[in-house]
């Protein structure tokens, strides 16, 4: 239950007439300061997004009550029998996979919520608000990393369509960052390829040559014709 922070507020508190609010937790990949570049079948667009971490809702009740809320407006939306498509279910188990290749549950449930920088018209989307515990806004320039604990208000809206079946997806809103980690770069060990192997010495190597794709520094490329791009 790491990833809950007590007092968290309702789920599915209402901020306005469509505005929800998650309980808080802890969060992964946070990309809402920029959008990053995501594809799939249907193409490539520039999408904000974030992971909210849960803890079982089997196991808590805080996020079996915010978990069955979203499950509860699919099934009044589509009805009792209802199944969701493929990619229709915005959470998922969190499971980590060991050196042996063996994926395991950790006991908590991964939640995605996405902002399009676009519409499907074209129609340029505001960038999700961003603010600290007391409400100021979030510097532009300070990454917030995986562990930070936030809150996240958000929209869904419901799907259906011949390819992906019936789904929910979370619409991005806003996020309130509770508590800070630092964004960090993984450092890797020098010594992760083991002893040293037979093959290229780099101490060995000459430098390269100083113009190696044919260009005059003073005077632009050597060759006249037309570059072919």
Not at 192 to 198: K, R, S
Request: aromatic residues 8%; negative net charge.
């Amino acid at each position: 239950m790491d990833a809950l922070v007590s007092g968290s507020p309702t789920p599915l508190q209402s901020m306005a007439s469509e505005t929800l609010v998650t309980p808080a937790g802890e969060v992964l990949f946070a990309n809402i300061l920029k959008p990053k570049l995501i594809k799939n079948d249907s193409g490539e667009k520039m999408q904000y997004g974030i992971v909210l971490l849960q803890a079982d809702p089997e196991q808590d009740p805080a996020s079996k009550l915010f978990i069955g809320s979203l499950h509860k407006a699919f099934m009044d939306h589509f009805g009792g029998n209802a199944k969701y498509g493929p990619n229709g279910k915005p959470w998922k188990r969190e499971t980590i996979v060991d050196g042996d290749g063996i994926e395991s549950p950790t006991g908590l449930v991964r939640i995605t919520f996405s902002r399009d920088v676009l519409t499907a018209r074209g129609t340029e989307l505001p960038q999700p608000m961003v603010q600290d515990s007391k409400g100021n806004p979030w510097p532009v320039d300070v990454a917030i990393g995986n562990g930070s604990v936030c809150k996240i208000a958000y929209s869904f809206y419901l799907w259906d369509n011949p390819k992906g079946g019936k789904g929910l997806s979370l619409q991005l809103l806003g996020v309130r960052v509770l508590q800070h980690v630092p964004y960090t770069m993984q450092a890797v060990d020098p010594g992760v390829f083991g002893a040293p192997e037979e093959g290229t010495d780099a101490t060995t190597l000459a430098p390269a040559a100083a113009d190696p794709f044919g260009f005059d520094v003073a005077e632009g490329p050597a060759s006249t014709g037309e570059v072919p791009w």
